[in-house]
């Protein structure tokens, strides 16, 4: 054994227990202690069965992440583990509470009963990490639970309570005390001679043509993820071939996804989101309670149901009653929908209802600890809520923005103490989106920042923290994303190809069908805010400018018209002619763009603006910008980011790309001097990941 295993008796029953925090990960001298543990079981005539249990504050939650970039060959595996329990002549059964994900899932199936507490969840989330499940699990899941259900939960990587879980037939038994349980249990099958085995049973019965089109469901939904895919063809192993042929296959598509690119990308992500989450400052957090929010339209209701959802009292400001009740409607609807669709209970609906007040003075948020702004975007307006706020709220207040690119330390000038004042970006819906800004003004003091994290996570939120410019991390990173989108169109590429092109390359939704569900005319009208000084040199002419501005004349909403419209064919026409149209007007020739020089300039143009963020201390890391794009913005996770994208496709390509693009564009292109440094030092951006 090892020191991260112990072997504990009770009575004729050994526990053997896993001592590894903070999650007990399935690390080499895990997986060797247990071995060793199973041997001493096996061996000791003093013992009858066995219980596989965890100190700490879960059962195991799966391989130790950390070990996957570096293997050591000839170490343990977890399959090891697995067949030295499928070999023990001695019944051993797993005491499962907290999160029994992965690996350690896959070892309790290994064992000979399973009892869990009543708030315990299991799951495989190996897909969530570009991987499958490579104990076994894909081979005695389907066992256990049927071929359906072990589909669903493998591809989906979903957590599932401990009520779901023995109805499924993964858990035996639920019990409050887990551990007294399982011994027991484990007795009365020493007893009765009991030795069962998830490998020896058979798939119970199912529907081929079923399963066969929920496996096409996967593919289809996989957007260019693969891991989903292979691990849907692994459930189908279960289903054809002998469990040690299974294995084998299961444990060399283990591998072989464990070395690809997508799963260096969703580990780099994994890390990456518990990096940002991190407070970079020292001080505690001060308590929070009472909230408040000045504005009740989309984000501010939205903002409110987050608050509310995650236990905080709220007040909710509006500027008269009609405008209360409108926002109390929004808040209202939300609920309605989730208690429609089951995803919420009447009593916790009006629990949280219950929580959140109106009025239409900023008086009534005197006693806050945390307001929230969330008014028009408009800075006038905003300095003078800020001002209002600074009058009523206690000298203590955290008083926040939800602004999504003005200057936060303008808004700080208004307020008479302000290190209290900070932006909290939440993107809509708020009550649905991970991701918020954390934006860090100047004299931002480190008690409020470190409070913004902890209320971050609190309310299950994915925190970054940005500094200010105009549109932090996120929205200064789509601008330029947009922007070298609108040059492909004015290159020749027409907006539904631009957008195949992103969607070819995992991003969720291309830049025009955005623009088209956001409304043209928002679009627009922030594309013209933010319209670049272009080089005079250039050859650019705004045609996207005029196609928005032919779109927000005419009947419909926008460009988009091609993807929410009947007949697609008639409406690619449709924008063709209008590209055709204003091309010819400026005495454009346009030309094809392949969607390998769209993907690659795009991805340079973000690298390279990521670039400038980092050396303008906007971000902390690049890993962080990372998480802002996959949280906020749609870009694939299994791509890890632009950053970790850009380090995958070599930083001297992107290099050469961004000398391309700013020979042809000019002025707001150059290539970012830390993209420079990097090249010439031979260093990547994952380097700068501290
Ligand atoms: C797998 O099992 C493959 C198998 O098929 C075997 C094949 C051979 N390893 O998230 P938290 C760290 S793949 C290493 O903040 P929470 C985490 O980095 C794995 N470290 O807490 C953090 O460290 P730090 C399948 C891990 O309470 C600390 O623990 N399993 C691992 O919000 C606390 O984490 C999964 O994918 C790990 N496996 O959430 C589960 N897990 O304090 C991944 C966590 O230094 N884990 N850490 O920042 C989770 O989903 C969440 O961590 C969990 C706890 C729900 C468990």
């Not at 429609?340 to 009534?364: D, H, K, N, P, V």
Request: net charge neutral.
């Amino acid at each position: 054994m090892t020191d991260l295993v112990r072997l504990e008796r009770h009575g004729d029953v050994g526990v053997i227990v896993i001592d590894h925090p903070p999650v007990n990960a399935l690390s080499i001298a895990v997986r060797e202690g247990v071995i060793a543990a199973v041997g001493l079981l096996a061996a000791d005539p003093g013992l009858v069965a066995g219980v596989l249990s965890c100190a700490g504050r879960t059962f195991v939650a799966g391989a130790d992440i950390r070990e996957f970039n570096a293997p050591r060959a000839g170490a343990a595996s977890t399959n090891d583990v697995c067949r030295a329990l499928d070999h023990c002549p001695k019944p051993v059964v797993a005491a499962l509470f907290g999160t029994t994900l992965g690996g350690g899932l896959e070892v309790a199936m290994a064992c000979h009963g399973r009892v869990i507490t009543p708030g315990g969840v299991v799951g495989l989330p190996e897909v969530k990490l570009g991987l499958l499940p490579g104990a076994g699990g894909t081979q005695r899941l389907p066992r256990l639970a049927g071929a359906a259900a072990a589909l669903e939960m493998i591809t989906s990587g979903r957590h599932v309570p401990a009520a779901e879980a023995l109805a499924l037939g993964v858990v035996d038994e639920i019990g409050t005390d887990v551990l007294a349980l399982a011994v027991e249990r484990a007795r009365a099958m020493a007893r009765s001679g009991a030795l069962p085995r998830a490998r020896d049973r058979a798939v119970p019965d199912f529907d081929r043509a079923a399963f066969e089109t929920a496996v096409q469901a996967v593919q289809r939904r996989a957007r260019g993820a693969q891991a989903p895919v292979v691990a849907a063809e692994a459930v189908g192993w279960a289903l054809d071939l002998a469990f040690d042929d299974a294995l084998a296959r299961e444990g060399a598509a283990f591998q072989s996804l464990r070395a690809g690119a997508q799963s260096r990308a969703l580990r780099h992500l994994f890390m990456a989101e518990r990096l940002a989450a991190k407070s970079p400052v020292a001080a505690e957090p001060w308590p929070v309670a009472q909230t408040g929010v000045v504005g009740g339209g989309t984000m501010g209701a939205g903002i409110a149901v987050a608050l509310a959802d995650a236990g905080f009292a709220v007040t909710l400001v509006e500027v008269s009653e009609p405008a209360v009740a409108a926002a109390r409607g929004r808040i209202e609807a939300v609920y309605t929908r989730q208690v429609a669709s089951g995803r919420l209970s009447g009593t916790e609906q009006q629990a949280r209802l219950a929580r959140i007040g109106y009025a239409t003075e900023l008086a009534a948020l005197a006693g806050a600890d945390l307001v929230i702004e969330a008014i028009i975007e408009d800075l006038a307006a905003k300095q003078d809520v800020f001002r209002a706020l600074s009058a009523v709220t206690r000298r203590d207040a955290i008083l926040a923005s939800n602004t999504s690119y003005l200057d936060i330390d303008v808004l700080a000038d208004a307020v008479d103490n302000p290190e209290r004042v900070l932006g909290l970006h939440f993107f809509s819906p708020a009550h649905v989106m991970r991701l918020l800004e954390i934006v860090r003004p100047r004299r931002v003091s480190d008690a409020v920042l470190a409070t913004a994290l902890a209320v971050g996570r609190r309310l299950r939120k994915q925190p970054v923290i940005a500094g200010v410019c105009d549109g932090f991390i996120g929205n200064r990173m789509l601008a330029k994303w947009r922007q070298i989108c609108d040059f492909a169109l004015e290159d020749g590429a027409l907006p539904h190809e631009v957008d195949a092109a992103l969607e070819g390359f995992g991003m969720a939704m291309g830049p025009y069908a955005v623009a088209d569900m956001a409304g043209l005319d928002i679009g627009w009208a922030m594309r013209k805010r933010r319209a670049p000084e272009r080089d005079p040199a250039s050859r650019y002419v705004p045609i996207a400018d005029w196609l928005c501005e032919a779109g927000r004349f005419g009947q419909k909403t926008g460009l988009g018209w091609y993807r929410h419209e009947g007949g697609k064919r008639e409406i690619d026409q449709a924008v063709t002619a209008l590209v055709e149209q204003a091309s010819a007007a400026r005495g454009i020739v346009r030309r094809a763009v392949p969607a390998a020089r769209i993907e690659a300039r795009v991805l340079a143009a973000m690298v390279n603006e990521g670039a400038k963020i980092l050396a303008e201390g906007v971000a902390l890391r690049p890993s962080d910008i990372d998480v802002v794009l996959v949280h906020g913005y749609g870009y694939p996770a299994w791509r890890g980011g632009p950053m970790q994208a850009g380090d995958e496709a070599g930083l001297a390509g992107i290099l050469a790309t961004m000398r391309e693009i700013h020979a042809e564009c000019g002025v707001g292109w150059e290539p970012a001097a830390l993209l420079e440094r990097m090249v010439a030092e031979g260093r990547d951006f994952a380097s700068l990941n501290v």
